[in-house]
């Protein structure tokens, strides 16, 4: 059965990219991308639903399976891909208009949409140590045009560089993988299932404790490096920044968690093989270097996509310095903050890229009073603002207080008193320039015109489940991520 | 078939030579040469599997053998070719790094791949495993196939570096574990592949927008 599951599962968004490649009617693009992202989405939620009552998903040669762990980050992906392909209708119709994009683009656009969203979730599913890194190094790839979207002389810079470092990145955590295969060898019977995770995990103390470390590097190094992890986050800038606004927010709110999850996997093998703190001390170390490089750049910044990228630098960097402190309740708390790090990037990067469309230009300094042009996204930008710098009563503020509190539970004092500095200073960053932009006169005469009513509506509702998360977790959520923090923990 | 000792002897010669062709294209400057080192260093690749693969009676690396030599000896550099003509860029004037000392970095990075390697190696002894004494070698290609990366600046040298690095990987799985599975080591080709085209594709861009195909002219993405 679940191998039925998992051919519809990736099948929708591959056969619909293909599909996208050989159509030129634009409404028959937006339909079938919306259809499948939105079946898939409907897939994700019937599927963790299955796994929440326990039924296991795996196929019979145990190439794929779905656990909590990845059901959860699954859901958030698809439900990104979702609100990104109903933004895009309404954000591409603008730049046609404008003379940004030509039909030709457009299908480009849809095709590489879907390819990107399926290549997420063979990441997602595979058991397979090898197919999860065809799925990781396919994503790069899917997404390589995308960056290059616009052809101009600063969006080939950026993607170069975004497949040339990922790339490597990625061959090393190749390497990863083909050591961890190694030292599985003369555990795991079967060639074939020693490559399988589940099986993995099920001998992980007898594998070579110095063999795994090794890998662990390498998979901290290469799967970092798709995370955007500091110091390998040098490409995240300019690909987010280069990118069209919906796709840069599917890659800062689906992406990187479909990184940072192929890491935790080896973190989870590695903490059961080798004896307690390696890989966690090397997590609270990156972690927390990657809040503290995100600090100037954010303090000092021009671009606001670029604002966020670093805004995802060192959101990521606090994701891996709560797994890195090794508790249940950080665990708990970095779950939740990878899905209250998703919303709150959802809704800023498609606000700000209201306001590109508005103002034509991704430069702060020239936007002003975005209140009076586009008040519905400026409103969204501002409150979404208070939410990712962890303002009550907004989720961000829930996770990270979890987490700051797991790390002085867990000894972990000064640590977490540098987590509280870089929260806080970026937290000033970040509103003196949201209030620029919002408040205030436009500089010359901008003519209004927000985004269109449906994609308005999602972000509100984004905003919405940010500040309802923010009140209270509701029970089955809380349930969900307490079975994926049970995987976590081994 | 044959007796372990002469299966082995043949997989150091030929990672030897495998090795030489990466320090051959550090010292060259004609981006042609380098095309056809990485060509005929793929090719040796593809030889070290057929060695793996009936020395050691795992047949299944025989696909790979032949896709080793059909997309990396043959399909990529035929394409690398074809852009190095359409660009008409043939040397690479400018270094990071002039070639003397490239070639004395590299000289080391062969000596740190050998301490790298050793714990592995032990562990292969520990658990009774064949040794393989290629594996230093295999690091060895990883770190100089970084390496081009750094110290070169054509765009085309990048991508042979990086295919370099990738060689390095197939030849320590190869080494340590016999290859992967025969599904996954497709779908790796097929990455690869996908991959040295669309780098090849952005190379085109490169020389459109910039006229020129050095990546010191990517430099405007600044914060």
Not at chain 1, 94 to 117: C, E, G, S
Not at chain 1, 207 to 236: E, Q, R, S, Y
Not at chain 2, 41 to 58: C, I, K, M, N, R
Request: glycine share 8%; proline share 3%.
């Amino acid at each position: 059965m679940s191998t039925l599951y998992f051919s519809l599962l990736l099948g929708l968004p591959l056969l619909s990219g293909i599909l996208c490649a050989f159509l030129k009617r634009r409404t028959l693009l937006e339909a079938i991308t919306l259809f499948s992202t939105a079946l898939t989405f409907v897939g994700a939620l019937l599927l963790s639903a299955a796994v929440l009552r326990g039924t296991s998903l795996i196929t019979p040669k145990g190439w794929f399976f779905l656990d909590a762990l990845s059901a959860y980050i699954m859901l958030i992906v698809t439900g990104s891909a979702f609100v990104v392909s109903v933004y895009s209708i309404g954000y591409l119709r603008r730049q046609i208009v404008n003379r940004k994009v030509d039909a030709k683009m457009l299908r480009l656009y849809y095709m590489l949409l879907n390819i990107f969203l399926f290549t997420m979730l063979l990441v997602l599913i595979s058991n397979n140590l090898g197919f999860l890194w065809i799925g990781s190094e396919s994503t790069t790839l899917a997404t390589a045009f995308l960056v290059a979207y616009y052809e101009r002389e600063s969006s080939i810079e950026a993607a170069w560089k975004y497949v040339i470092i990922c790339s490597v990145g990625i061959g090393l955590a190749l390497f990863g993988i083909i050591l961890t295969y190694f030292s599985a060898l003369h555990v795991v019977s079967s060639q074939s299932t020693a490559l399988n995770w589940t099986s993995l995990i099920a001998v992980a103390n007898q594998l070579n404790p110095d063999i795994l470390k090794l890998a662990f590097v390498f998979a901290l190094v290469g799967f970092g490096t798709k995370a955007g992890l500091a110091p390998m986050h040098t490409w995240k800038p300019d690909a987010y920044g280069e990118a069209p606004a919906p796709i840069s927010a599917l890659m800062a709110a689906g992406l990187v968690n479909v990184a940072l999850y192929s890491l935790l996997r080896f973190y989870i093998l590695v903490n059961k093989a080798v004896a307690v703190g390696f890989a966690p001390t090397l997590f609270v170390i990156f972690g927390l270097l990657s809040m503290v490089i995100a600090v100037p750049f954010i303090l000092v910044q021009r671009d606001f996509k670029r604002l966020l990228a670093y805004s995802s630098v060192e959101h990521v960097g606090i994701i891996v310095f709560a797994f890195g402190l090794g508790t249940p309740l950080a665990y708990f708390g970095a779950l939740l903050h990878i899905l209250n790090n998703a919303l709150a990037k959802l809704v800023l990067f498609l606000t700000l890229g209201n306001v590109r469309l508005a103002y034509d230009s991704k430069i702060m300094r020239r936007v002003s009073g975005a209140i009076k042009v586009i008040p519905v996204s400026a409103t969204l930008l501002i409150v979404g603002v208070f939410a990712i710098t962890g303002w009550p009563p907004f989720g961000v503020f829930v996770s990270e207080f979890t987490i700051v509190t797991a790390g002085f539970a867990a000894g972990n004092i000064f640590p977490s008193l540098v987590f509280i500095g870089v929260v806080a200073t970026i937290f000033v960053g970040f509103i003196y320039y949201a209030t620029q932009m919002v408040f205030g006169e436009p500089h010359r005469r901008i003519d209004e015109g927000d985004g269109d009513a449906f994609s308005l509506i999602l972000i509100g509702a984004l905003v919405a489940i940010l500040f309802l998360l923010g009140i209270a977790i509701p029970s089955f959520l809380s349930n969900f991520i307490r079975q994926a923090v049970a995987i976590v923990q081994g | 078939m044959f007796d372990a000792q002469s299966i082995n002897l043949s997989l150091e010669i030929l990672a030897v030579a495998i090795l030489v062709t990466a320090f051959l294209i550090v010292s060259s400057r004609s981006l042609l040469f380098y095309v056809r080192l990485f060509s005929v260093q793929s090719f040796l690749l593809g030889l070290v599997a057929v060695v793996v693969a009936t020395g050691f009676g795992e047949f299944h690396i025989l696909v790979a053998a032949v896709l080793t030599i059909g997309v990396k000896a043959i399909a990529i550099p035929y394409v690398l070719n074809k852009i190095i003509d359409r660009i008409k860029v043939h040397k690479e004037i400018e270094f990071n790094l002039n070639i003397t000392t490239s070639l004395l970095v590299c000289g080391l990075l062969v000596i740190l791949a050998d301490s790298v390697g050793k714990p592995i190696i032990d562990a292969q002894v520990m658990h009774a495993l064949p040794v393989s004494k290629v594996l230093p070698e295999s690091i060895a290609m990883m770190m100089i196939g970084l390496f081009i990366m750094l110290a070169r600046k054509q765009a085309v040298s990048q991508i042979v570096g990086l295919l370099t690095l990738e060689n390095g990987l197939f030849l320590s799985g190869l080494s340590i574990t016999y290859g992967m599975p025969l599904i996954v080591e497709i779908g790796i080709f097929f990455d690869i592949l996908v991959a040295a085209l669309i780098l090849g594709v952005f190379v085109f861009r490169i020389n459109e927008t910039f006229d020129t195909v050095s990546v010191d002219t990517l430099r405007r993405l600044k914060d």
